[in-house]
């Protein structure tokens, strides 16, 4: 019943040209990184709204079932509720929506469903657990599990520790695909903005081996005369 009444709120704010807009945007097209993804065309703060409303008081084994449909919004829907779940549940409820995350990333198949949750669910969960996993899912061929690494890197930055958003830098230094340039260095800024030394460091040592769109993202909060030193390779 839940699902259903989700379901039928998210038709309810579907626009037509919206869903054609978000179909190009998000790369749908034959070849593309989300090929054949379909959507309604609502607006982030309408799914936000949605998930506020259920997530209380629908179950995981409901979630677990709209995280795999067919259209973005629900799959969103369905993410941001695991996200406001999470830091009201109990060890072992967070450990099963975790889990439940991990197992349908190939549901959570685009940069917008990865950047709204890996920080709030993977990060935090296996900060206190298991950070070496993180490595796991950077060392995999699956490009979503790939950017939820660094990504989940995100809390590890909250909480002043920065040695695994290195580390996954430095494996992603060499990675062949633009998404994981804009999240590496993107990630490297944020470390930037709370110990510059630390950034100094990388750059001072990997610069001239960066790819272009990684190292543009990750300098973009430091001096400008700074800037111009590490844009010359």
Do not use: C
Not at 57 to 74: C, G, Q, R, T, Y
Not at 170 to 186: I, P, S, V, Y
């Amino acid at each position: 019943m839940n699902i259903e009444q989700i379901l039928n709120e998210l038709k309810n704010f579907s626009d037509k040209k919206l869903a054609d807009h978000h179909a190009k945007f998000f790369k749908t097209g034959k070849g593309e990184y989300a090929e054949g993804d379909l959507f309604y065309g609502i607006k982030v703060p309408e799914v936000r709204k949605i998930s506020n409303k259920y997530f209380k008081n629908i179950d995981l084994n409901e979630i677990d079932i709209l995280i795999k449909n067919p259209f973005h919004e629900a799959r969103l829907t369905a993410i941001l509720m695991l996200v406001l779940k999470y830091p009201k549940s109990s060890f072992e409820e967070k450990e099963k929506i975790y889990n439940l995350y991990l197992n349908n990333v190939n549901y959570i198949n685009n940069w917008d469903l990865v950047d709204i949750s890996a920080q709030y669910v993977v990060g935090p969960f296996l900060f206190k657990n298991n950070p070496q996993k993180l490595l796991e899912l950077a060392e995999s061929d699956h490009l979503w599990s790939q950017r939820i690494s660094i990504l989940a890197t995100f809390y590890f930055i909250r909480q002043g520790e920065y040695s695994q958003t290195i580390e996954l830098a430095k494996l992603f230094l060499n990675h062949n695909h633009d998404l994981m340039h804009k999240a590496t260095g993107w990630m490297l800024r944020e470390v930037g903005k709370r110990d510059i030394n630390v950034l100094y460091s990388f750059l001072d040592k990997f610069h001239k081996v960066m790819p272009r769109t990684m190292l543009r993202y990750s300098i973009e909060k430091i001096p400008k005369e700074k800037r111009s030193i590490y844009m010359k390779k």
